[in-house]
């Protein structure tokens, strides 16, 4: 069919056909059961396409809601393995840069016992062995007992008390019966120091007094003293406070010298001080030391004691350590893997972490400090748990158990075996809260999502609903068109067939065939009248012709023209125009067929109602054209339909009279071209007025 429509509002090919017929065997099938049929296909294949997916993907994504705060726990545990798992990794790294420096050192020739700090920033101190695990060098273990620490003996307290308040000739004297009465090497070393030492300070007391000749003296014979001091076997003896007495007669030669020539003293000083540093000092013994820091102090070269303070400040931290770990060092292991790192590992009551190893014949031995680990560890694990936000990750120490929420845990074996890093949550609540919402969110967008499909259907259901109907309407249009077009062409032919065999020749009778053939090819010129410009108004072709035109003189001469089919209904047209109207700007054709159409319906459906009015009145800025009949009328619900293409009202009533369902929506179109308005006032039974309203003054269309 095409009659101008708009494809969108064609009637759609049946997609939704059913293979069987609803009512098979039964001819055409009934108009009811074929909407049945479509609605039920349309609504299976709603159900199967939209609504049975849709529901399953809700029923799978409201039942992973659960999962998801699985996922969320699992995630969780990954994120604290992870964690652990990195501090972990710091510690065993630590160790691993360790083997490697230590290494690569062995492997250069280079001293494995110093500048500890680049081999580890924990590595405390660092001793090569003999074969019994006992430290060699760069300290050793102190060889003397304390019983065989020897307390001074009376005359010697007394010596050293002369030598302290300035008696030097009294204090010689001591020293000498000291020295020369005893056969203890120790003593006797000891003895022959303070004597040095007496002469040295009687030689600065004489110098201060002027008496420098025999300041001279005493200054010549404290250095050959200490010249013989500084022989073996005297030298390696050691005082009291632990100083090899050779270390302190060299400090006292160099004192004496320096202050005739600076030069060679300042050069004895640092033949000392490297004696000094190289040698392996007694742990417990902090002699070589002290005297080491004294000679930098006061007598060293800028330029050798920057290197030295270094290598001396080393010494003494790894000498400090060594001596709060000698219970440690006392029990270090004799046999120490080759190349290979073995470790003892510290315990609750220990403060070193132990390393072996052997490269070539040298055995070593590396103590870490525990302690500074462990803090180290400590921080770095506060900082990722702080990074994650939701995990806290601790060290626990020997006699702690890990929280029953703790989700990983890893030991720190074998340096550290009492200690274990773990994550737990930080707090629980916060993770049941972030479940929670999580859950809420979920449930709102799988909910939303249901009630989408929900309205998507129903809004399907309504378009296809108005499709259908829509569908229908236009299908009963055609029937109808053809239906309205077969009568008047009837008569038309068998009047003129009639006229054409001389079959009438009856004056009145040849009138009332020729009355009938005109008013027959009227009707049929007003029904493709009207469905021409439905198809031009669907085109969106039609266009209007305003002229200003007497209204009066209109109304009344369509009016009349349509008197005779009125009254063949049996109805009389009545007229009621003012005398006086002004000009209306209207296209003339347009508000004819208007009145054509009202006027028309009125026949159809005012019939029995006697008479058809038509009323115009002025109003300030508008006329209105009223048609009205006194017919079966329209019920409220009809009334917001009629005005709407192809409807036509389900009462048989106006079913049995014959009709396209255009006429109406004809007239609105045309109304609201004029920039007028249109309007029924109707009770069923009671017949019905339509209103036309046409503006006058501005708001009338202009003329084109
Ligand atoms: P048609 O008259 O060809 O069916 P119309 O568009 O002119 O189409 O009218 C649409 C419908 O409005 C009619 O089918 C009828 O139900 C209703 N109608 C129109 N005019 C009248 C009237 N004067 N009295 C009762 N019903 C009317």
Redesign the pocket.
């Given at each position: 069919m095409r009659f101008g429509i708009p494809s969108s509002e064609r009637p759609k090919p049946k997609r939704f056909h059913l293979k069987v017929p609803w009512n098979k065997g039964d001819g055409a099938p009934h108009e009811r059961s074929r909407g049945l049929r479509e609605g039920l296909s349309f609504a299976l294949l709603l159900a199967s396409t939209i609504v049975l997916p849709a529901f399953l993907l809700s029923v799978v994504a409201w039942s992973s809601i659960q999962s998801e705060e699985l996922a969320i726990d699992g995630e969780l545990n990954q994120q604290a393995k992870l964690a652990v798992d990195d501090v972990a990794d710091m510690h065993f790294a630590t160790f691993a840069q360790f083997e490697t420096a230590a290494r690569q050192r062995a492997t250069a020739n280079l001293p494995l016992t110093s500048n500890l700090s680049a081999l580890s920033p924990h590595l405390r101190a660092a001793y090569r062995l003999d074969n019994a695990g006992r430290p060699l060098h760069p300290l050793t273990m102190g060889r003397l007992t304390p019983e065989e620490v020897l307390s001074p003996t009376q005359p010697h307290q007394r010596a050293i008390q002369s030598e302290r308040i300035g008696e030097h000739q009294q204090a010689k004297l001591a020293y000498r019966e000291l020295w020369e009465h005893t056969t203890d090497s120790r003593v006797l070393a000891e003895a022959r120091y303070g004597e040095a030492r007496n002469l040295w300070r009687a030689a600065l007391d004489a110098h201060a007094s002027g008496e420098v000749e025999l300041a001279e003296q005493f200054f010549s014979e404290a250095e050959q003293l200490a010249r013989v001091l500084m022989q073996p076997p005297l030298a390696n003896s050691r005082d009291l406070r632990g100083y090899r007495l050779g270390d302190l007669a060299a400090f006292l030669s160099a004192s004496i010298t320096s202050r005739t020539h600076e030069a060679q003293g300042r050069s004895q000083f640092q033949t000392l001080l490297n004696e000094l540093l190289e040698r392996s000092w007694t742990i417990g013994n902090a002699s070589e030391a002290a005297l080491a820091q004294r000679i930098l102090h006061a007598h060293a070269d800028e330029s050798w004691s920057r290197n030295a303070s270094g290598i001396l400040e080393e010494r003494a931290n790894a000498l400090e350590w060594s001596e709060s770990i000698q219970d440690e060092i006392a029990l270090l292991p004799a046999n120490a893997p080759r190349r290979e790192f073995r470790y003892v590992g510290a315990r609750e009551d220990t403060r070193a972490v132990w390393a072996f190893t052997q490269f070539g014949e040298d055995i070593y031995a590396f103590s870490f400090d525990a302690h500074a680990l462990i803090a180290d560890l400590q921080t770095h694990a506060a900082n990722r748990g702080q990074r994650e936000g939701l995990l806290e990750v601790s060290i626990l120490g020997p006699f702690e158990t890990p929280s029953a929420t703790s989700l990983s845990q890893v030991a720190l074996a074998p340096q550290l075996p009492f200690a274990t890093i773990t994550a737990k949550p930080t707090n629980l609540q916060a993770l049941d809260t972030l479940k929670r919402t999580t859950r809420t969110r979920r449930r709102v967008v799988v909910s939303i999502a249901l009630l989408s499909v929900l309205f998507g259907v129903l809004l399907s259901a309504r378009i296809l609903g108005r499709e259908m109907e829509s569908a229908n309407m236009k299908a009963d249009f055609a029937a109808n068109v053809s239906h309205e077009l077969r009568s008047p062409i009837t008569q038309i032919r068998l009047k003129g067939e009639a006229l054409q065999l001389g079959l009438t020749t009856d004056e009145e009778d040849l009138h009332r065939h020729y009355d009938a053939i005109v008013h027959e090819s009227e009707r049929l010129s007003r029904l493709v009248d009207n469905v021409l410009d439905f198809a031009a108004i669907e085109r969106g072709a039609k266009r209007y012709q305003m002229r200003p035109e007497d209204l009066r003189e209109l109304v009344a001469t369509t009016g009349e023209a349509m008197r005779q089919p009125l009254a063949q209904r049996g109805l009389e047209l009545e007229l009621d125009i003012p005398d006086e109207l002004p000009a209306v700007s209207i296209d003339r054709e347009a508000i004819k067929q208007v009145i054509i159409?009202l006027l028309s319906?009125?026949a159809?459906?005012?019939a029995d109602g006697e008479w058809v009015r038509i009323r115009v009145r002025l109003a300030l800025d508008s006329i209105d054209i009223s048609v009205v009949?006194r017919?079966?009328?329209?019920s409220k619900s009809?009334q917001e339909k009629?005005f709407e293409e192809f409807?036509?009202?389900a009462?048989t009533r106006?079913r049995r009279k014959k009709?396209?369902?255009?006429?109406?929506?004809i007239v609105r179109y045309i109304i609201s071209a004029h920039g007028g308005s249109l309007s029924v006032d109707?009770e069923p039974g009671q017949g019905?007025t339509?209103t036309v309203t046409l503006p006058l003054g501005p708001n009338a269309p202009s003329p084109e």
């Open positions: 159409n319906n009125a159809k459906y005012g009949d017919g079966i009328g329209i009809d009629i409807y036509r009202s009462d106006v009709g396209t369902g255009i006429g109406l929506s109707s019905a339509f």
